[in-house]
């Protein structure tokens, strides 16, 4: 469905597939655990052979077989997102751009220029979506830890691979793990990382850097590599090795074959997931969490593909709303 819906608007769309394959026979039950997964979810997948995979994909590297899924397509944030607020605006909401929200309560929304009263406050602010969930009552027992995302992207030319390629992932974490994905326009990239970062917008640099929030967020970092309930410090270590362009492109190199290390300079525009952290437990969330009540609605974490999934997730957004109001 949202895939047409993209096609319907005349937006760049490649619908290229996916193909999830296993480096040795130790994630075959990992694979057939995202193949039950998939079939319970009502998704259209295949459980193929090595050769069968290698008819899709040339280069592609698998242990015995791979999942195929033939109605995964990649597209393009910037554009839809462009498209959706013009349809927004259109049916009469107002979209304010460069508005930072100061906070709120039940029924007022403070911002650097002025209060906003409304009947009904959604939350989905991401990085900070914790902080003003805590100004409603909510978000007792979590915080958010932001980890950097890079993608590397290669030179060769467009067509060079045909799907998109996963690895299986590892359960344990809420991360994809290092993954070829294929353009609209063609092109491949690498990735992503999920390196931590040191305060919630740092992006690239000192841009964006508050002392509060590096004092925060180093000190749950530094506090999760002495006690964690998962292995924070193996999973922080693995990911900074990610600064190096030649260990990515050998990771990467045990999805597909004729990986060539110079073919893979140029970093993507950094990206900052919202990560959510359970404080009692000491470990990240693995899964969507909502809290709210019958005057707002806190989205705390949406993990991904939460991009791709946004229009269901929406409907799940909503259909919340709704049970919490009586409608």
């Not at 193949?35 to 259209?44: I, L």
């Not at 929030?213 to 990911?239: I, K, N, P, T, Y």
């Not at 990771?251 to 970093?267: H, M, N, P, T």
Request: proline letters at 5%; glycine letters at 8%.
């Amino acid at each position: 469905m949202y895939k047409r819906q993209i096609q319907d608007r005349g937006l760049p769309l490649n619908a290229c597939g996916k193909l999830v394959v296993a480096k040795h026979e130790g994630e075959l039950p990992a694979l057939d655990e995202l193949f039950r997964r998939g079939q319970a979810n009502g998704v259209r997948l295949e459980m193929i052979s090595e050769a069968e995979a290698k008819r899709i994909e040339p280069r592609v590297k698998t242990c015995q077989r791979a999942l195929w899924s033939p109605d995964t397509a990649s597209g393009d944030p910037v554009a839809v997102m462009r498209s959706l607020a013009i349809d927004a605006e259109c049916a009469g909401v107002v979209i304010s751009r460069g508005v930072s929200c100061r906070g709120g309560e039940p029924g007022r929304v403070r911002t650097d220029r002025g209060d906003i009263e409304c009947r009904y406050v959604i939350n989905c602010a991401g990085l900070y979506a914790d902080r003003i969930a805590r100004d409603f009552g909510f978000c007792k027992r979590y915080t958010i830890l932001p980890f950097k995302g890079l993608y590397l992207y290669s030179s060769e030319v467009p067509g060079a691979l045909r799907t998109n390629i996963y690895p299986v992932p590892d359960l344990a974490y809420p991360f994809l793990g290092v993954h070829y994905t294929v353009t609209v326009d063609g092109h491949v990239k690498i990735g992503p990382t999920a390196m931590p970062a040191f305060w919630r917008e740092h992006y690239q640099g000192l841009s964006n850097f508050r002392f509060g929030e590096f004092a925060e967020v180093v000190s749950r970092e530094a506090g999760l590599m002495v006690h964690a309930g998962f292995d924070f410090r193996g999973l922080a270590l693995q990911e900074m090795k990610k600064y190096s362009r030649s260990y990515l492109a050998t990771q990467a190199s045990q999805l597909i074959a004729g990986v060539r290390q110079e073919d893979y300079r140029e970093w993507g525009k950094p990206g900052i997931r919202a990560q959510l952290l359970d404080l009692e437990k000491r470990t990240l969330v693995m899964d969507f969490v909502l809290e709210g009540d019958a005057h707002s609605l806190h989205v705390l974490n949406a993990v991904s593909p939460a991009w791709t999934c946004s229009l269901p997730f929406a409907r799940h957004v909503v259909d919340r709303i709704q049970s919490l109001r009586g409608t």
